[in-house]
């Protein structure tokens, strides 16, 4: 045995969990068909209860999860992204919604909130740079900035377009395009309950399941690794 292919045997989970699973049958509650790891077949019904407990113990909690099965019902393979989170805000009763957007992706913010407005839906947007504050504020090194240290480039700052929608009050915020880690730090700090509308990846038009589409095919990058 190799010792990069032993390092990697030593990298491996040492159990099973669903994405070994090739039979799913926890979506029909079908026991006979749980394969040894199942992690339905293998909870502790404690944990499972208090789990159910949190539904009924949070009545926004309960709203949320009720709303959300009865949109899947009734948009599924219908409604697109935009429109399933428009449809969501109404059912809800949303009032003002929070939109904490990458400035990359600022154009096709503007086109969202526009929509929202068309829909009778307050929002406010709060753009990743707000703030401007150099990335050197957060310890990186002048040649790691994009612009390779010449001159001011501003941090993402999500913990404060989590509490810049807290001071508007926001009953819902959506995530537009924040890179990976920024978002989530927005979701941990966000004070409202919270979604993400699209994910940045530059290289596949944000549309970053194509990369695992193509996993498996001749060129894909992850035969490298």
């Known amino acids: 045995m190799t010792h990069e292919f032993a390092m990697r045997e030593k990298r491996m989970p040492s159990g099973k969990t669903c994405a070994d699973c090739r039979v799913l049958s926890c979506r029909t509650r079908d026991e006979a068909k749980y394969p040894a790891f199942c992690l339905t077949k293998n909870t502790d019904a404690v944990l499972l209860?208090?789990?159910?407990?949190?539904?009924?113990d949070d009545p926004e909690l309960l709203r949320i999860a009720y709303e959300s099965a009865v949109l899947e019902a009734d948009s599924y393979g219908k409604l697109t992204r935009v429109e399933e989170t428009i449809e969501f805000i109404h059912r809800m009763k949303y009032r003002k919604i929070g939109i904490a957007s990458c400035v990359g992706l600022?154009?096709?913010?503007?086109?969202?909130?526009?929509?929202?407005?068309?829909?009778?839906?307050?929002?406010?947007?709060?753009?990743?740079?707000?703030?401007?504050?150099?990335?050197?504020?957060?310890?990186?090194?002048?040649?790691?900035?994009?612009?390779?240290?010449?001159?001011?480039?501003s941090m993402c700052n999500p913990v404060m377009q989590a509490k810049k929608l807290a001071e508007q009050k926001t009953d819902f915020n959506i995530v537009i395009g924040l890179c990976v880690g920024h978002d989530s730090l927005f979701l941990r700090h966000s004070e409202a309950p919270t979604t993400v509308m699209i994910v940045k990846d530059r290289v596949l038009g944000h549309n970053p399941v194509a990369a695992l589409y193509t996993a498996n095919g001749m060129y894909s990058r992850f035969k490298k690794r």
């Open 49 to 56: 209860r208090d789990a159910l407990q949190s539904y009924a």
């Open 106 to 153: 600022m154009p096709e913010t503007s086109v969202f909130s526009a929509i929202l407005k068309r829909e009778g839906v307050e929002n406010y947007t709060a753009g990743c740079k707000i703030g401007a504050v150099d990335k050197t504020a957060v310890g990186v090194p002048e040649k790691k900035k994009l612009n390779g240290g010449c001159g001011h480039e």
